[in-house]
């Protein structure tokens, strides 16, 4: 069973494009993401199509854990994406916060907090 750690490693290496199978290993079946910025609960195997256009969009990502911190049931995870805009070569940053429920060491639920402005940063 992976530990907080490992989780939010892969979780990292995902949103770097680097191990997207890998995160999809790590989610329970039915795992949803919830999101701040519109209040809606997606699948989280079909969120990753999003996390696949930032990919596309922006060369060079990467995150910085900023805090982690294991909860009763699963963790928080604030942290920073960055990158360089593909299209503008504009620097490219994004501050995050997850908070995670796992069952079993699986993810079953992220609820995600992101700035909604920051595709402004991506035109």
Not at 96 to 104: E, P
């Amino acid at each position: 069973m992976p530990t907080h750690d490992e989780m939010a490693d892969v979780f990292g290496r995902a949103l770097e494009g680097a191990d997207p199978d890998g995160f999809v290993a790590i989610l329970a079946p039915g795992a949803i993401v919830w999101h701040n910025y519109d209040r809606k609960e997606v699948d989280a195997r079909e969120n990753m199509a999003a996390i696949a256009m930032l990919a596309q969009r922006v060369d060079g990502l990467k995150t910085e854990h900023v805090y982690l911190s294991p909860t009763d049931t699963g963790f928080v995870l604030q942290f920073v994406v960055r990158g360089t805009v593909r299209s503008s070569g504009n620097e490219f940053g994004q501050n995050c916060v997850i908070v995670t429920t796992a069952d079993d060491g699986l993810i079953s639920r992220i609820d995600e907090y992101v700035d909604p402005t920051v595709g402004a940063q991506l035109t």
